[in-house]
């Protein structure tokens, strides 16, 4: 019974991880939707992970805008950068974009480097044409216009117009 109290004791002794300089501490807050988020987030790290998962981790309360670093995740980039590289199905993919999710330029790109699924791929570049095209005035047509060519480098055949 000793050794178990040890590691406890050295586990709330041990130091925090350090922030970056100037990086802002973010509170968790503790409850079902933090619980169901931090789901969602192991949901999308694993390839096969069905549309049915995900749909019902949201419909649990899961909230797909929140940041992985408000639920207690450090080192994510978004939630969507995960799925488009991981996720296989691309039904599994709509399920995020129809929660109102939209696929950053680098979330793309590493669909297009790292996801065997063309289909996801094509997925993605549709989604975030969308988004770009929604999100134009903010500058983000550039990026977009980057990630096209590049999927194209990549020998991605199904681009849409």
């Known amino acids: ?15 925090l991880p350090q922030s970056e300089p100037g990086a802002t501490k973010v509170a968790v807050v503790e409850d079902e939707q933090t619980e169901s988020t931090r789901r969602l987030y ?3 790290m694993e390839p096969d992970t069905t549309p049915a998962q995900i749909a019902t981790i949201l419909r649990a309360g899961a909230d797909p805008d929140a940041s992985a670093k408000s639920i207690g995740i450090p080192g ?3 939630l969507m950068h995960r799925p ?19 696929p ?7 669909a297009v480097r ?3 699924s063309a289909e996801v791929v094509a997925l993605l570049i549709e989604a975030n044409r969308i988004a770009a095209a929604r999100n ?10 980057e990630v096209i060519g590049f999927a194209a480098q990549a020998g991605v055949d199904a681009l849409p117009s």
Request: glycine share 6%; charged share 20%; net charge positive.
């Open 84 to 102: 488009a590289v991981n996720l296989r199905d691309p039904r599994a993919i709509g399920v995020l974009l129809n929660a109102g999710l939209e």
């Open 136 to 145: 134009s005035s903010r500058g983000n047509h550039r990026r977009r216009v």
């Open 104 to 110: 950053s330029p680098s979330a793309v790109e590493g």
């Open 76 to 78: 994510f980039r978004s």
């Open 114 to 116: 790292f996801n065997p």
């Open 42 to 44: 192991e949901l999308v």
């Open 1 to 15: 019974m000793i050794i178990p109290s040890l590691v406890v004791l050295a586990a709330t002794l041990a130091p």
